[in-house]
């Protein structure tokens, strides 16, 4: 499994012992209001035995001190294997600060050298002015407006569709 370095960061696949890490962003509303509802301890379980059996899916940290900062994942189309999909969380003491895009741009750098990806997606929430600044920031162009699309605690939000094409950054 890879490991990705940058300037300030380096992102590493999940470990057992990060299921605290985990726990703790799947637990914390601020994070959970553009993502979903938050789930029981058991479904959270199940999401993070993916991920420490996911290929691409890293955890962010500090260079400086090892702390986690968030997380982030591609996940690669299984129908298209030049297409993939990228999500990501930070936490929000590290949040406007420039770790989202140190790492999406690492991760979208690793996807298009690496494993022969020519195009990333993301989806984000309308209302996430934080998330939509960092894609439009590393080079993601906004594709398609899905309205009221996707629902969050009974209540229906727009979701973004991002793009970002390999060379387009």
């Known amino acids: ?14 470990e057992p012992t990060d299921w605290a890490f985990f726990r703790s962003l799947r637990e914390d509303r601020s994070i959970m209001r553009y993502m979903a509802a938050i789930a029981p301890e058991k479904e959270n379980r199940r999401v993070f035995a993916a991920r420490l059996a996911a290929a691409h899916v890293f955890v962010i940290r500090s260079r400086n001190d090892d702390t986690p900062l968030g997380d982030i994942g591609l ?10 999909d990228i999500g990501y969380t930070v936490v929000p003491a590290a949040q406007g600060k420039g770790i989202a895009s140190e790492a999406l741009r690492a991760v979208c750098d690793y996807a298009f050298n690496q494993t022969g990806v020519k195009a990333i997606n993301a989806y984000v929430l309308a209302d996430n002015g934080g998330s939509v600044r960092v894609l439009e920031k590393v080079g993601f162009v ?3 407006v899905l309205e009221k699309a996707y629902e969050i605690d009974g209540v229906r939000y727009d979701d973004w569709v991002y793009r970002l094409e390999c060379g387009a950054a």
């Open 1 to 14: 499994m890879a490991t990705i370095t940058t300037p300030r960061l380096y992102l590493t696949p999940f």
């Open 75 to 84: 996940q690669i189309s299984a129908e298209n294997r030049e297409e993939a």
């Open 142 to 144: 906004r594709t398609q």
